[in-house]
Each structure stands twice: as structure tokens, then as C-alpha cells.
């Protein structure tokens, strides 16, 4: 039901969330909202404001497991927000809206002569989600990059309606996460980046998509790595993980791929209590084995504010 078809961002109620994950998985938003504007996002935020409903923001919810039984407030998707226009600064550098998807933003990049954004180019994710993530990626032989590398400023609105713009210095950058996105909505970032052959480009994003696909499982729904390498350890999440043989494990509809033991696929109608199920018992094994404590890089979204994962 569109409960403000009269205001500007319309809200939407009982969203089922499945359609909004890479996972497929989660129950239904109790309030759905897609701004395309800055006053379309302004009316959401008051909306949210007069409801005192908690605010979740969603990027194309590729690092997200929603709880069947869904999110009690508003989610805030900002994928068609479209504040600002892609815009090349020159220089090397662009500014574009945070809800831009990173293939897209790819094929902008391209076509500007931009290189530096090409490790991004199969993340399923948006810009703003890969800043908060400080999304990463490495080939095999090839050097580490992640967003932190390109950053120059995001603008974010508070929860409160605020625009600020945030230079690099002020982000705190760390391994799959920042300290942006608790109380922010980043709507546009600045990218720095360096002239370079359309040829080149293309032919770095084609060997990070052949890497990727030899490594990766993406023939069934997932969130990708499910757990972060410990930092200090010879051994990856994902060796740790089929040391103590959990490919091919299931928990309903859930398995640890047989191809990469760190993914979690959505074989069918997989529910987020089978993939929390799956992730305590590789938790376990993970901890008896080796003494390590494997920390989520996935986030679970709680139906209840007090619902942690063991
Ligand atoms: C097949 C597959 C492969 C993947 N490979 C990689 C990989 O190689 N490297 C890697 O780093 N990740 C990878 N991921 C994980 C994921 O794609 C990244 O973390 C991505 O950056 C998340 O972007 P998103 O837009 O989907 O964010 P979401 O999952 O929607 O959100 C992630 C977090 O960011 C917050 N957020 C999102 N947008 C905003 C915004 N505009 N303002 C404030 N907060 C926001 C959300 O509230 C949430 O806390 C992979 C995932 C899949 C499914």
C-alpha cells in the first residue's frame, strides 16, 4: 500500500525485501521507501521522523541479510536516487550519485579514459554501499585495491536532513568497513582517478572478471564472503572453512558452496535462520580448529533490535 501518494516519496508498505538482496532472502520492511530526489529523500526522512520507526538504508543489499521476520521501520533504498549527475570534474576526477551501481559506474569510467575503479566492476553493489564497505578486491599476482585508494569526498545528509561534505581525512577506513552509514546517507562521492586507455581498461576488467568467476560461486543467490580473513593468519576464511569441511553443508535450503568455502548459497527458498545456522556451526569448527574467532563480513538486519547472532 502507498501510504503518501500524495507527497513526494512515495512509502510503501509490507515490502518484501527478498526482491532487494542479493541473498533473496528476509521477510517484509513494515515501511519501503525509494527516493529519487533530495526532497524526495527530505519527505522519507520526515516521514520516518513523525513514525519513530528505526531507519535502515539499503544500496542494492549485496552485503545483507535480512531476518524473516522482516525490518520493524522504514528501509530507505537508494538506488534511484539520483542526486547530482555522473559528472567528470576533469583532472581525473568524477562525481557521481551514491545509489550508482559499480557496473555502471564502470561503463562511465570507460567511456572517460578513467582508470582505477575496474577492481569494483563485478562488486553487485552500489557506490554508497562500497564506501561504507570500503569494498575491496585482488586478483591473484595483482596489487590489493579498495575504496579507500579512490576516495576524494562524500557528501552525507543526517537522518535529520544535514548535508555535509567529508574529505578523506575524516573517513575512518578500515578492512571491509568504515565509520560512515550509522547516522548518515552518503548521496554522492568524488572519485579520483587517472587517464588511461579505453583498451587497457577493458582488458584489466575482463582478467578481474575471469579471476573472479574462477574463484568465486555465482550461480546461486549469495552475499558473497560471508566472513572476513583474520587479520594476521597464513590462512584465508575461506581455507580455514573448507579445512573443517564445510563445503557442501546445508541447512535447508542454505550450503556452503563446493566451490568457495566462505560463500553461502541460496540453493531455493533459503531462510536467514538457515544461514545464521550455518555461520554458528562454521564459527565452531572455525574456533575448536584454530583458536580463531571469525568475524561476519556479511551484516545480518535483526527483525528486534536485541536479536544478535551467536
Ligand atoms: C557475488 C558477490 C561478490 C562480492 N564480491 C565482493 C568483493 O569482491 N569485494 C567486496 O568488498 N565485496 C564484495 N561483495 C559484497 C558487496 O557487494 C559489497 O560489500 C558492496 O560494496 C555492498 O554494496 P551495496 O550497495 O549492495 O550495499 P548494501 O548491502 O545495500 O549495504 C551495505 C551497508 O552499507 C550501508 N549503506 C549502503 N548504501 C548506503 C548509503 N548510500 N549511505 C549510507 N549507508 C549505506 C547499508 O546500510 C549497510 O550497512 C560481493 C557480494 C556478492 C553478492
Request: with cysteine; glycine share 10%; proline share 3%.
Amino acid at each position: 500500500m502507498n501510504l503518501q501518494a500524495s507527497l513526494k516519496a512515495p512509502i510503501y508498505t509490507d515490502v518484501s525485501l527478498k526482491l532487494y538482496t542479493t541473498f533473496k532472502i528476509g521477510g517484509c520492511s513494515k515501511y519501503f521507501a525509494e527516493p529519487r530526489t533530495r526532497s524526495e529523500l527530505l519527505s522519507a526522512l520526515e516521514f520516518r521522523e513523525e513514525r519513530g520507526v528505526p531507519l535502515l538504508i539499503l544500496g542494492r543489499g549485496s552485503n545483507l541479510l535480512f531476518s524473516d521476520a522482516g525490518y520493524p521501520g522504514l528501509v530507505l533504498s537508494t538506488r534511484k536516487l539520483e542526486i547530482g549527475q555522473m559528472t567528470n570534474l576533469g583532472r581525473g576526477r568524477i562525481r557521481v550519485p551514491a545509489g550508482l551501481g559499480l557496473i555502471r559506474l564502470n561503463l562511465y569510467c570507460k567511456d572517460q579514459g578513467l582508470s582505477g575503479a575496474e577492481f569494483l566492476c563485478h562488486i553487485p553493489g552500489t557506490v554508497g554501499g562500497a564506501v561504507v564497505m570500503n569494498a575491496g578486491f585482488r586478483r591473484r599476482g595483482a596489487l590489493w585495491h579498495e575504496m579507500k585508494d579512490i576516495i576524494e569526498s562524500v557528501t552525507v545528509m543526517s537522518f535529520g536532513g544535514t548535508l555535509r561534505e567529508l574529505t578523506h581525512r575524516d573517513i575512518r577506513f578500515d578492512y571491509r568497513k568504515t565509520n560512515l552509514g550509522g547516522e548518515d546517507i552518503i548521496t554522492e562521492v568524488t572519485l579520483h582517478l587517472e587517464s588511461a586507455e579505453r583498451q587497457k581498461i577493458d582488458d584489466e576488467i575482463k582478467a578481474n572478471f575471469s579471476y573472479r568467476n574462477s574463484v568465486q560461486d555465482l550461480r546461486y543467490p549469495s552475499a558473497g564472503s560471508v566472513f572476513k580473513n583474520p587479520v594476521g593468519s597464513s590462512l584465508t576464511s575461506g581455507q580455514m572453512l573448507e579445512r573443517v569441511r564445510m563445503k557442501g553443508m546445508r541447512v535447508g535450503d542454505a550450503m556452503v558452496s563446493t566451490k568457495h568455502a566462505n560463500f553461502i548459497l541460496n540453493v531455493g527458498q533459503a531462510k536467514s535462520s538457515d544461514v545464521l545456522e550455518l555461520m554458528s556451526i562454521a564459527k565452531k569448527r572455525v574456533l575448536e580448529q584454530f583458536g580463531i574467532e571469525l568475524e561476519p563480513e556479511i551484516r545480518y538486519v535483526p527483525s528486534e533490535i536485541d536479536e544478535t547472532v551467536n
